[in-house]
């Protein structure tokens, strides 16, 4: 078991740019693949940004390429998100994930453990 707890959202521009951060209860945080999903208002849950145990691979949904980086940091047990030029549409509630040992892939009937989210607002 691994508890997520995500923090950072908030209300900003279109144009601004913010940072989630997910923090991990267990000492084995470098064992899990982690990632991201969100959903808007309405609409599914869809797969964000994945990275594996040690950092090195990184994985993200069309939407975010070129805008979106996630990052670890295995000493903290914390995960990051870092979102720039963020869009109206980039609006929902982000969930951090995780699955231990390997990346799962996009489905996020594949991983196993959630946080709880924390909203992100973007106006216009």
């Known amino acids: 078991q691994v508890h997520l707890v995500e923090s950072g959202g908030g209300l900003v521009q279109a144009g601004d740019s913010l940072t989630l951060s997910c923090v991990a209860s267990?000492?084995?945080?470098?064992?899990?693949?982690m990632g991201w999903f969100r959903q808007g208002s309405g609409k599914e849950r869809d797969f964000v940004a994945a990275?594996?145990?040690?950092?090195?691979?990184?994985y993200y949904a069309d939407s975010g390429k070129g805008r979106f980086t996630i990052s670890r940091d295995n000493t903290k047990n914390t995960v990051y998100l870092q979102m720039n030029s963020l869009k109206p549409e980039d609006t929902a509630i982000y969930y951090c994930?995780?699955?231990?040992?390997?990346?799962?892939?996009?489905?996020?009937?594949?991983?196993?453990?959630w946080g709880q989210g924390t909203q992100v607002t973007v106006s216009s």
């Open positions: 267990r000492r084995t945080f470098s064992a899990y693949a």
């Open positions: 994930v995780a699955e231990l040992d390997r990346y799962p892939g996009r489905d996020k009937n594949d991983w196993p453990y």
């Open positions: 990275i594996n145990r040690a950092g090195s691979t990184t």
